[in-house]
């Protein structure tokens, strides 16, 4: 067993299985009501599977939306494939679940939002950068307490 816990891992774990728990009631029985869903997902995941020219079009990231057209919508254990509407011409999707960075349902004011992982490797590197990097005033005096600065906004009042 591990030296600690990492919640953060079963925390996304969780919140991935709701999306997936969601689009599966989707897929079944429809959108319900006024929902619908803004997906943002990371373009560079490998398992990401789009047309070429969209992953041109955003090579970083894409924002979906599940609302009034979608076709085909088919939830695995792993993640989900959708044809979408863009621009009058119809696209498959394949979204992995751990490609999302955020899962938003504006009707009911829901979202989700998934920080970056850092794999052991990446972790390894950040370490050695942060030992190489200069500490910051903070870091320098963690036991120091900070004075509140306060700021006049009469200089931005007209």
Not at 9 to 17: N, P, S, Y
Not at 54 to 59: E, N
Not at 111 to 122: H, K, N, P, S, V
Request: without cysteine; negative net charge.
């Amino acid at each position: 067993m591990a030296n600690a816990i990492d919640y953060g891992t079963l925390m996304h774990h969780a919140m991935r299985g709701l999306i997936r728990q969601v689009l599966d009631g989707i897929a079944h029985e429809g959108l319900p009501g006024d929902h619908h869903f803004f997906i943002t997902l990371n373009t560079h995941h490998p398992d990401v599977e789009m047309a070429e020219w969209l992953r041109a079009r955003y090579p970083d990231e894409i924002t979906i939306v599940i609302q009034n057209w979608f076709e085909d919508l088919v939830v695995e254990e792993e993640g989900f494939a959708i044809t979408l509407n863009f621009g009058n011409a119809p696209e498959r999707l394949y979204v992995p679940f751990d490609a999302i960075s955020t899962f938003v349902d504006p009707s009911v004011e829901f979202g989700l939002r998934f920080e970056t992982q850092i794999d052991d490797e990446d972790e390894e590197s950040a370490e050695e950068d942060d030992a190489e990097a200069p500490m910051s005033v903070a870091e320098e005096t963690p036991d120091t307490p900070r004075e509140a600065e306060v700021v006049s906004l009469d200089k931005f009042r007209k």
